[in-house]
T-cell receptor, first 113, second 112 residues
Framework: DQQVKQNSPSLSVQEGRISILNCDYT??????FLWYKKYPAEGPTFLIS???IKDKNEDGRFTVFLNKSAKHLSLHIVPSQPGDSAVYFC????????????WGAGTKLIIKP | DSGVTQTPKHLITATGQRVTLRCSPR?????VYWYQQSLDQGLQFLIQ???????AKGNILERFSAQQFPDLHSELNLSSLELGDSALYFC???????????FGDGTRLSIL
């Protein structure tokens, strides 16, 4: 049972343009969502999070949007830079699970020069 | 710097063996989490410790066990190893509930 889904295994975007990474979830009890970036041979690095009481959170070039009715969240990166090339994971948690993170399978983002 | 140190970085061993992976979080972070990432998969939550006590269990096999010591470092013990246990094992720390987890660089375990 895959509760968090990232349906695009990879995404290629021109440098300077917007990158949009998508994530769908099935469990309406999730109340906290996070995005992580992962380079090869390194651990995931926290990027940005959003609570279910909000629909948008912004941090510099990164914005996360949450659509609870559609059970969908997205990460926007603008402008995209070469260093953004990495695998991006979305993760979700819920209070009654002691905030265990449930992870998507990841999307590999490639920024083309 | 994630504030999490994992050792060793790489471990190669044979089926049937037992290994111990170590995680040292930043001082003061009471929560430690262990994850497994198999090839091209997402991370699978294994187990969480909070201030020395087991707090939550995920998809952790009975052959695996963990503990957190008074200095808050944690160890993940994997026994009777099978080929399918080959994976990256990550440790993460957190300052508390609804706080992001911060990850170490993992231990790559290869079973031959």
């Amino acid at each position: 049972d895959q509760q968090v889904k990232q349906n695009s295994p990879s995404l290629s975007v021109q440098e300077g343009r917007i990158s949009i990474l998508n994530c769908d979830y099935t469990n309406s009890m999730f109340d906290y969502f996070l995005w992580y970036k992962k380079y090869p041979a390194e651990g995931p690095t926290f990027l940005i999070s959003i609570s279910s009481i909000k629909d948008k959170n912004e941090d510099g070039r990164f914005t996360v949007f949450l659509n609870k009715s559609a059970k969908h969240l997205s990460l926007h990166i603008v402008p995209s830079q070469p260093g953004d090339s990495a695998v991006y994971f979305c993760a979700a948690s819920k209070m009654d699970s002691n905030y265990q993170l449930i992870w998507g399978a990841g999307t590999k983002l490639i920024i083309k020069p | 710097d994630s504030g999490v140190t994992q050792t060793p970085k790489h471990l190669i061993t044979a089926t049937g063996q037992r290994v111990t992976l170590r995680c040292s979080p930043r001082s003061g972070d009471l929560s430690v989490y262990w994850y497994q990432q198999s090839l091209d998969q997402g991370l699978q939550f294994l187990i969480q410790y909070y201030n020395g006590e087991e707090r939550a269990k995920g998809n952790i096999l009975e052959r695996f066990s963990a503990q957190q010591f008074p200095d808050l470092h944690s160890e993940l013990n994997l026994s009777s190893l099978e080929l399918g246990d080959s994976a990256l094992y990550f440790c993460a720390r957190s300052q508390g509930r609804n706080q992001p987890q911060h990850f170490g660089d993992g231990t790559r375990l290869s079973i031959l």
